[in-house]
């Protein structure tokens, strides 16, 4: 009965760890992904913008911004903004969108002369 328990009790801490190890790489490999894709450009207009507030026992603290972006060929982007990006952007004013993947790094409005 005792082997049966032990034989039991290391299956599933293989298992525990190997969904751990899958876990790990995964992030990793989707890191790696994001940071490799080169950075774009794009005529966008920001349309929209959201907060969301993470559960209160996720490791993030403070809210998340979101603005969402319609670029020049109707597709919509979804990006999250430092809390001074989101509070600076302006909706319906036409810019350069400068994107890397799913990560903003900046949005110039055009200046009107």
Do not use: C, W
Request: glycine share 6%; proline share 5%; aromatic share 12%.
């Amino acid at each position: 009965m005792g082997s049966i328990f032990s034989f039991v009790a290391m299956i599933i801490f293989f298992v525990i760890l190997a969904v751990f190890i899958v876990t790990m790489v995964r992030g990793g490999a989707e890191s790696y992904h994001r940071s490799t894709v080169p950075p774009a450009n794009a005529q966008a207009k920001a349309t929209s913008k959201r907060t969301e507030t993470p559960p209160a026992e996720s490791k993030i603290k403070g809210d998340l911004h979101y603005v969402t972006f319609t670029i020049d060929d109707g597709k919509e982007i979804e990006l999250l903004v430092s809390p001074n990006e989101y509070e600076n952007v302006v909706f319906d004013v036409d810019g350069e969108l400068y994107y890397q993947g799913t990560r903003f790094l900046s949005f110039e409005p055009k200046k009107i002369l």
